[in-house]
């Protein structure tokens, strides 16, 4: 099993600041089928970002993903009010998926 | 609108069990590998099973192996999950979700429900 593991726990930062979140994985993640997911308390999950760095429909550029192997990274370039939420990688390129602890974007 | 719809939550005694049914509306459900996922009170998300488009093949996290089982009916674009031998840590908001890619047996996944409450306890 692929155990990922996101860093920090929490972020706190202010809106039109720079928000840069980190996934590690136990073994390298094949063909970087990484995916990152925003999570809001009583709301589904929403898809970002897919094969490590493609915007899912409809997710403003501000939103983007980079790395590959086991290193991958989340960058939101301003972070507006919305932004504020749990966000997960998750890695799908081998069963049994798995999710990261989430990292938490808090205001400060 | 592409649409999921979870049903079958509801409170159960540990050892009993639950059947979870997610409806799709929206898309042609029979080309989509979809997947159960779950979230426990206070915890992160956890991968719960997979079933490939056509449900000949299932995947499961070894925490839930041998007690759950995912299906599908095509005919009706319903998803289910049998939920056998429950245990208090499987309290969770189960979520079915659809793969973004068509006819892989995993993807990530581009549409989620809003999710429905199975609460295991005396």
């Known amino acids: 099993e692929i155990v990922l593991t996101q860093s920090p726990g929490t972020l706190s930062l202010s809106p039109g600041g720079r928000a840069s979140l980190s996934c590690r994985a136990s073994?390298?993640?094949?063909?970087?089928?990484l995916a990152w997911y925003q999570h809001k308390p009583g709301q589904a999950p929403r898809l970002l970002i897919y094969?490590?760095?493609s915007r899912a429909t409809g997710i403003p550029d501000r939103f983007s993903g980079s790395g590959s192997g086991t290193d991958f990274t989340l960058t939101i370039s301003r972070l507006e009010p919305e932004d504020f939420a749990v966000y997960y990688c998750?890695?799908?390129?081998?069963?049994?998926?798995?999710f990261g602890g989430g990292t938490k974007v808090e205001i400060k | 609108e592409v649409q999921l719809l979870e049903s079958g939550g509801g409170l159960v005694q540990p050892g009993g069990s639950l059947r979870l049914s997610c409806a799709a509306s929206?898309?042609?459900?029979?080309?989509?590998?979809m997947s159960w996922v779950r979230q426990a009170p206070g915890k992160g998300l956890e991968w719960v099973s997979a079933?490939?488009?056509?449900?000949?093949?299932?995947y499961y996290a070894d925490s839930v192996k041998g007690r759950f089982t995912i299906s599908r009916d095509n005919s009706k674009n319903t998803l289910y999950l049998q939920m056998n031998s429950l245990r208090a840590e499987d309290t969770a908001v189960y979520y079915c979700?659809?793969?973004?890619?068509?006819?892989?047996?995993?993807?990530?996944?581009?549409?989620w429900g809003q999710g429905t409450t199975g609460t295991v306890s005396s």
């Open positions: 079933i490939s488009a056509s449900g000949g093949i299932t």
């Open positions: 979700a659809k793969s973004l890619q068509e006819w892989l047996n995993y993807y990530a996944m581009d549409v």
């Open positions: 998750q890695q799908y390129g081998t069963s049994p998926l798995t």
């Open positions: 929206g898309f042609t459900f029979n080309t989509y590998a």
């Open positions: 073994q390298s993640v094949s063909s970087s089928y």
């Open positions: 094969g490590a760095s």
